[in-house]
């Protein structure tokens, strides 16, 4: 009988030849000390660096990691999917590659499940304690903009929807990422719309994190379009196309 790992863990990378390699030793080593039986996915979203070819010679000596291969470059949320879709744990999760919640922090979101949650989403806002470094006050200005138009536009009952760090039950994974539609940086609402709308039991869970200066995101360009996708999730609504049937995807490989 296969052997499938408890947990996931699914990262979205994009030219991260600076930073992926210490982040795979980071949360490599997190695997290791902490007992956790897991699987590491990296998605390469179609990078011109050598993203992939580190990934690759990192996985010759690491079996916990496996690389995932977008045709083109797609976006994170087109990544976080397939990733998710492809995982083989029990658990699954995705976590940005610049690690800005710790991995450590991870196990804070697996004991959420554990107590009852479906999904576990990391939360910058509830403990504002937590943040080792903060964005510059006009990054903080625009987030909570924004996040108070996704919760007025969506009904959403949280603190922080954008955080890149959030675990799912095998099933509520499934379900959810099946029925995305959002490709970009707008498909962390989307994920959470879906999620209420099919009645899993979501707890959002405070974490550590710090602001990395490198982080892509332009709140004018990017926050505009993510407001477009606001609007495209409302209409999908609307044309009950997160009300669809979904098949339970088989696990068909086999943990280390």
Not at 70 to 84: A, E, F, L, M
């Amino acid at each position: 009988m296969a052997q499938y790992p408890r947990f996931s863990i699914v990262i979205p990378a994009f030219n991260e030849r600076a930073r992926i390699p210490a982040t795979m030793r980071s949360v490599v080593e997190c695997v290791r000390v902490r007992g956790w039986s897991a699987e590491v996915i990296v998605v390469n979203d179609g990078s011109t660096d050598e993203t992939a070819a580190l990934v690759k010679e990192f996985a010759r000596h690491s079996p916990e990691v496996r690389l995932l291969e977008n045709p083109t470059n797609r976006g994170k949320g087109y990544s976080v999917r397939s990733g998710i879709l492809h995982a083989l744990g029990d658990v699954v999760m995705f976590t940005d590659a610049d690690l800005s919640s710790p991995i450590e922090e991870a196990q804070r979101l697996f004991d959420a499940i554990a107590a009852g949650a479906d999904i576990a989403i990391g939360s910058r806002w509830l403990a504002t304690s937590r943040q080792t470094h903060r964005q510059p006050l006009y990054r903080q200005i625009f987030g909570r903009v924004f996040n108070a138009l996704t919760r007025a536009i969506m009904r959403l009952p949280f603190a922080d929807t954008q955080c890149g760090f959030k675990a799912f039950t095998r099933s509520a994974a499934q379900t959810v990422f099946q029925l995305q539609t959002i490709e970009r940086w707008g498909f962390d609402p989307e994920i959470l719309f879906i999620a209420l709308k099919r009645g899993y039991h979501i707890q959002e869970v405070p974490v550590s994190w710090a602001h990395d200066a490198r982080s892509r995101i332009s709140y004018l360009r990017d926050g505009l379009q993510m407001l477009k996708e606001l609007a495209i999730v409302r209409w999908n609504a609307l044309l009950g196309r997160y009300g669809k049937q979904v098949q339970a995807i088989q696990r068909t490989g086999q943990s280390r």
